[in-house]
Structure formats: structure tokens, C-alpha cells
């Protein structure tokens, strides 16, 4: 394990009221969770520049975006540039998550220009990749993630993917309740690790967090936190309880 951090995506969860609070209650537990973990929410984005306000000064916990534009301003309406992303106190972004793949068509091309955008601008990008059910039964999966990650990121310089955190997400354990095991996690973990390692060095590879996502719970994060080559966990469904987020936070050993 190089880094320990959990991150919460929020989705398109919660109305304003409710975020409020779920924030509130997040922050009345500050003092219990764990220090050493770098703590990322990414709430919905109409919602990062109160949040900024709040959390302004609090270095225990971090806003992350969940999805960003790849150019800095212009005529794109609706779009959201990771220099106004920035200027919000935006630290990490979420790029390339499966349900933007497969509903808004991102491509490796798209997901590459937004990498490079985030990194310009000083943001941190957690950029996903993972494999359907079909994939995964065929045989061929490890190629497959594999490509997602070498196709987006592989052209980045050291010192720019050394920054970067990869999230490992099944797209059958997406909100499905059906969680990776340990034993498969890690071994796409070690792949990713390993395949960084040939294509750059093992310096390089180290400092790359690798987050599991899919499932993952206050039940089942203590035993894939344990692995190896998992640097903790991006969290959907169970982040946006308080007292989940806490005890997956608060899992590594
Ligand atoms: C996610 O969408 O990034 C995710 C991991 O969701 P869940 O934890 O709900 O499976």
C-alpha cells in the first residue's frame, strides 16, 4: 500500500437540503476519522462552491468534482472547465467513470484530453476503469482494463501519471451489492501496478494510488483495504451515509 484514501461519489444524489446535511454530519465526525487518510467527497457539482465556502481552511477533508470539460472556457454551455473547478478549491475530478462511458460516450481520446486539462490546472484526476459481466466472464478482462488505462494515460509523463489515483471499478459490482472478492481486486490492482512499473519505473508505480470501487462497504472494506496493492476505495452508494463513510474510512489496518 503506497496512499490511503477514500473517496465519496455523491452521483447525482441528494437535493441541496439533504447534502447539507449529510455534509454537516460528515463534519461533526472529523475528529474520529482517520488522519492519515487523504478523505475526498465529490458532491453534485451545483453544490462544490457552497461546500468550498464551508469546508474553506479544512485541510482533513477535500472536495473532488465529477465530471469536468477538457477546455478552459468558451462558448460550451452547460460544460464545467477545470479552471472554474479550480477556482472553486476543487482538488481532485473524477474522469472516465463507467456511467459516463456508457451513457455520455466518452471515449479514451475524450478521457485523455480530460486528464491533461485537470493536470494543468493542478487537480488531481481519479480516473476510472473497469469491465462488464460479458468481459469478465470471457476471458479477456485483464487486456481490457489494461488498454482503458494504457489508451488514456500511458502518454503521460512520470511525473504526471505519478500523480495520478486509477480507481478500479467492475462495472458488475456497480451499485449492484455484488463486490469483487479480495483475491480479484488485488490481482487487477498488481496488474495495473506492474504494467506501470514496465512502462515507466517502480517509483513511478508506487506513488500511483489504486482505488477498488463496486460495492464496496462498511462490511467488506477492512478485507479489501488489507490487499496488497489496494490503496482504498471509491465509495458510490455507501458514502452517502455518514456513519458508513466513517467506518470505510476508518477501515485500514
Ligand atoms: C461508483 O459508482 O463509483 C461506485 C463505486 O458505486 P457503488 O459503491 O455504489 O457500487
Redesign the pocket.
Known sequence: MTRKIVAG?W?MNLDYSEAKVLLKELMAKKDEFNAEVELIICPPAPYLSAFAEVLKDQEWIKLGSQNNFFLENGAYTGEISPTQLKSLGVKYGIVG?S?RRNNFNEDYSMLSKKVRALLKVGIIPIF?CGEQLQVRNSNVYKEFIMKQINDSLFKLKPEEIEKIII?Y?PIW????GKTATSEQAQEIHHLIRTRIASQYDEKVAGNVGILY?????AENAQELFRQQDIDGG??????IDAESFLTIANAFE
Open positions: 461519489n452521483k467513470h456511467e476510472c480507481a471499478e459490482a456497480i451499485g449492484t470501487g463496486g460495492s464496496c462497504n471509491l465509495i458510490g452508494g455507501a458514502s
